[in-house]
Antibody, heavy 117, light 111 residues
Framework: QVQLQESGPGLVKPSETLSLTCSVS????????WSWIRQSPGKQLEWLGY???????NYNPSLKSRLSISVDTSKKQFSLNLTSVTAADTAVYYC???????????WGQGTRVTVSS | QSVLTQPPSVSAAPGQKVTISCSGS????????VSWYRQFPGTAPKLLIY???KRPPGIPDRFSGSKSGTSATLDITGIQTGDEADYYC????????????FGGGTKLTVL
């Protein structure tokens, strides 16, 4: 059974970098699309981007300048780095395994991140 | 404001049928497959329908999806109290700012 688990700080200061890691169990990370999605306090879902196992990435255009997603196959983890965060980046962040990049099959439980000084 | 438009809420009595709509445009629903997700409070969304009408293993046939033009619908028949949740549609948007987009979510209340 495939399981994803997010980890990272629950509180980040404005202008700093948010870094989250997703650990994958029960599946090879050398397949599929490994994505990040966040959900604002108002419950709106927002796709952040994905890393495809062949090495390609695709990011939400509104976040592209601040966002990077990478994969560490040896650790079976993928990571998100979001720079220069503001209060608008406060959300629950989910790591997700996607089929064909647009079908989000397996979700992590989510990790709540608050941006505040 | 969401790119895809869903009604904020719908309601139905147990045993009835409910339809949740998802309205988009020619650059998203009009060109690409639609998926649907269910989310219970405090938990992650779960895939219900993909490629407009396909169900992942384990999803009962009470849940069905369809698409016509720039709109999609999720039908739930034989409503159960356990169906009370938020439902979201999603699809790829092929505009110049290519992006995955979601609806704002619909809260299903079982009367």
């Amino acid at each position: 059974q495939v399981q994803l688990q997010e980890s990272g700080p629950g509180l980040v200061k404005p202008s700093e970098t948010l870094s989250l890691t997703c650990s994958v169990s029960g599946d090879s990370i050398t397949s599929d699309y490994w994505s990040w999605i966040r959900q604002s306090p108002g419950k709106q879902l927002e796709w952040l981007g994905y890393f495809h196992y062949r090495g390609t990435t695709n990011y939400n255009p509104s976040l592209k300048s601040r966002l990077s997603i990478s994969v560490d196959t040896s650790k079976k983890q993928f990571s998100l780095n979001l720079t220069s965060v503001t209060a608008a980046d406060t959300a629950v962040y989910y790591c997700v395994r996607a089929r064909n990049f647009d079908v989000f099959e397996i979700w992590g439980q989510g990790t709540r991140v608050t941006v505040s000084s | 404001q969401s790119v895809l438009t869903q009604p904020p809420s719908v309601s139905a009595a147990p045993g009835q049928k409910v339809t949740i709509s998802c309205s988009g445009s020619t650059s998203n629903i009009g060109k690409n497959f639609v998926s649907w997700y269910r989310q219970f409070p405090g938990t992650a969304p779960k895939l219900l329908i993909y490629d407009n009408k396909k169900r992942p293993p384990g999803i009962p046939d009470r849940f069905s999806g369809s698409k016509s033009g720039t709109s999609a619908t999720l039908d739930i028949t034989g409503i159960q109290t356990g169906d009370e949740a938020d439902y979201y549609c999603g699809t790829w948007d092929s505009s110049l700012t290519a992006n995955m987009v979601f609806g704002g979510g619909t809260k299903l209340t079982v009367l």
